[in-house]
């Protein structure tokens, strides 16, 4: 880095209409000279996702420059539950996943309510397994957030969706392709989405997807030899996203996937 910024933050309290009011005050200062390298960690919801879609394919999988954090933890442990493999070097960030011998479809509450992205595994498991159940995901910074697009969408996909308190049972005889269309660009539901896609013949498209995370996309779709095409329709978030099946048969393979965290 040529330059660097060094901020902090303090607490003023100011009066106003003879009533005393908290301020937060954040002050800027320009540092010294900084040279140097760092190293990037990889971004933690990207790998995520990416762990829960291995849950698509059977066999060995490797990520790479994996972020060591809790979350990381909560979603192997996840994948564990459900018969996997998992190997992490957190010193080295190299996350090894064996999805041979996975075949749980089911969640227990508790691991549900430790990450917001435990609901990323319904998607993979109703595409490949044709069946989940699991219970409604727990919060975290931003706080808890409704999953109805998920659920609706699945709907429209051809699952048949159930809950009862805290539980949701998501089965289905097949799923089809079809038009799924967003009241916003939500990135978990996009996501779910899409990886229930990867098992449909057929083009399936997502209206005011979002993109946020498109790129990671593109490694996932290896899988089955799926493509992504991404199609702007305004300045804002309203996009088109379809996956459309390749000619000849699918093939499911794992991957090893480099900086696929990043």
């Known amino acids: 880095f040529k330059i660097a910024r060094l901020f902090y933050t303090y607490t003023n309290f100011i009066t106003q209409n003879n009533k005393e009011y908290m301020q937060h005050v954040v002050v800027v200062q320009q540092s010294l000279h900084l040279e140097g390298k760092v190293q990037i960690s990889g971004a933690k919801n990207a790998v995520l996702v990416s762990m829960a879609s291995l849950l698509l394919v059977s066999g060995k999988s490797i990520l790479r420059n994996v972020p060591d954090l809790e979350d990381v933890y909560c979603m192997g442990q996840m994948l564990t539950s459900l018969g996997a493999h998992v190997y992490f070097d957190a010193e080295n960030n190299y996350l090894e996943v064996d999805t041979t011998h996975v075949h749980g479809t089911s969640v227990s509450a508790e691991m549900m309510q430790k990450i917001r992205a435990s609901i990323l595994v319904l998607g993979p498991l109703l595409g490949r397994f044709k069946k989940a159940t699991l219970a409604f995901p727990g919060g975290d910074a931003i706080g808890k957030r409704p999953i109805d697009f998920h659920l609706t969408n699945f709907e429209k996909m051809g699952a048949k969706i159930s809950s009862e308190g805290n539980t949701i049972c998501a089965t289905a005889d097949s799923l089809h392709p079809g038009k799924f269309i967003f009241d916003y660009p939500s990135v978990g539901a996009t996501e779910n989405i899409l990886m229930a896609a990867l098992c449909v013949s057929g083009a399936s498209y997502i209206i005011n997807a979002s993109c946020r995370f498109i790129a990671d996309k593109y490694v996932l779709v290896q ?12 300045a804002f978030n309203d996009s088109l996203t379809f996956f459309q ?18």
């Open 223 to 234: 899988f089955n030899g799926r493509k992504i095409v991404v199609r702007k329709y305004s």
């Open 245 to 262: 099946q390749q000619q000849g048969k699918n093939i499911v393979l794992p991957t090893v996937a480099n900086n696929i965290a990043h």
